[in-house]
Every structure is written in structure tokens, then in C-alpha cells.
């Protein structure tokens, strides 16, 4: 009959990350929160692959950071960031489709690893034309996509965030906020949706594992109890 009277519970138990967190909301927030300073950080340096390369140029009056980058673009990048990290697993939840391919940190950082080789690529290797680096950038993409991933919520989420982003690109550009050198489609580089999509499977994944730890950890509590 105890047992039966504390499984109801259990969701509302156990935080992953400190232990005297008790709700599940507050796990909510402490998993936004983390993935907010994630996609700061990488946001900081990315932003400096693409400055060296010249890719990026701000305004000088918009000059304010040590990596020569606008102020509010680490705080956008950290806030996408957590609203992807979160939403990813949600998304699984309500889809019923568990992600259980490669769950591991381990796995996670070679992700980590392999979006930031990525835009390294886009900033630093030399190419013909930009058709020859958006196709290489697509296919490195997708191949990140079906290394660290392969799950169709996966997928048309990354594909959603590339659109949404890019868009935003485009306005951002249109009213003079900051521009791209040399762009080739409309106002931006035709490259970047790839570095979306890496980015929303990459932030994705990262939320995935934070929510699978919540999840070992109620598992854990609740046969303690």
C-alpha cells in the first residue's frame, strides 16, 4: 500500500543536478540554465572562427565584446540554445518515440566535437565556389544527423530550427544590424542553414542527455525508496 501511494509521486521528485531540488519545474530550469551558458560559450567561440575568417562584420559602434561580437548575439545564441535543448525531449515525449541511440556523454561530446569541426571547416578550408562548400557542408550535416542521431523528430526539428533561423539571418541583414561577406543567397551565405541544423542536432542532443540523467536519477530514487 506504501509503495503504491509514492509512485504517483515520482516525477516530482528527485532533481538531477542538486538534491535538495525537489520539482520537476525547477529541473526545467536548471537544465535551461545550463544549456543557456553551453550555447553562450559556443556561441563566443564560433563567433571567432567566423570573425578570423572575416565572414561576419558588425557595425563599429556595436563593437563591445573581446571577441569582437555584437553584445546580444551570445545571449540569443544561449537562449536558442536552451529553448532547442528543451524542446527536443519534449518532442520525444509527445511523438511516444524514445531517443535511444547513443546515449552517452561520450557520445555527445564527439558531437560537440564534430559541429564545431564543422564550422571550422566553413571558416578556415578553402573552397572553389560556395556551391562546392554548401553541398560539403549538407552532407557533413546530415552525416552528423545520422552519426549522432537518426530519429525523424530529430531531423524535422533540425530542419525547422535551419528555416526559422535563417529567416531571422535575413532580416537581421536586411535592417542593417550586421552583414556577411560576400553573401550569395539574398542577404546571407547559402552555407548557413547546415550550420543551423548542426547546431539545433548538436543542442539537441545535449538537451537529450540532460533529460535522460533526470530520468536515471528518478529511476534511482525511487527504488531507494
Not at 13 to 33: A, Q
Not at 151 to 163: D, H, K
Not at 184 to 201: E, Q
Request: proline content about 5%; hydrophobic content about 45%.
Amino acid at each position: 500500500m506504501a509503495e503504491n501511494d509514492t509512485m504517483p509521486t515520482l516525477p516530482k521528485k528527485c532533481g538531477p543536478y542538486i538534491s535538495s531540488v525537489t520539482s520537476h519545474g525547477m529541473n526545467l530550469v536548471i537544465r535551461g540554465i545550463v544549456l543557456f551558458f553551453i550555447g553562450v560559450f559556443l556561441a563566443l567561440v564560433l563567433n571567432l572562427l567566423q570573425i578570423q575568417r572575416n565572414v561576419t562584420l558588425f557595425p563599429p559602434d556595436v563593437i563591445t565584446s573581446i571577441f569582437s561580437s555584437a553584445w546580444w548575439v551570445p545571449p540569443c545564441c544561449g537562449t536558442a540554445s536552451a529553448v532547442i535543448g528543451l524542446l527536443y525531449p519534449c518532442m520525444d515525449r509527445h511523438l511516444g518515440e524514445p531517443h535511444k541511440f547513443k546515449r552517452e556523454w561520450s557520445s555527445v561530446m564527439r558531437c560537440v566535437a564534430v559541429f564545431v569541426g564543422i564550422n571550422h571547416a566553413s571558416a578556415k578550408v578553402d573552397f572553389a565556389n560556395n556551391i562546392q562548400l554548401s553541398l560539403t557542408l549538407a552532407a557533413l550535416s546530415i552525416g552528423l544527423w545520422w552519426t549522432f542521431d537518426r530519429s525523424r523528430s530529430g531531423f524535422g526539428l533540425g530542419v525547422g530550427i535551419a528555416f526559422l533561423a535563417t529567416l531571422v539571418s535575413q532580416l537581421l541583414v536586411y535592417n542593417g544590424v550586421y552583414q556577411y561577406t560576400s553573401p550569395d543567397f539574398l542577404y546571407v551565405r547559402s552555407w548557413l542553414p547546415c550550420i543551423f541544423f548542426a547546431g539545433g542536432i548538436t543542442m539537441g542532443n545535449i538537451g537529450r542527455q540532460l533529460a535522460m540523467y533526470e530520468c536515471k536519477v528518478i529511476a534511482e530514487k525511487s527504488h531507494e525508496d
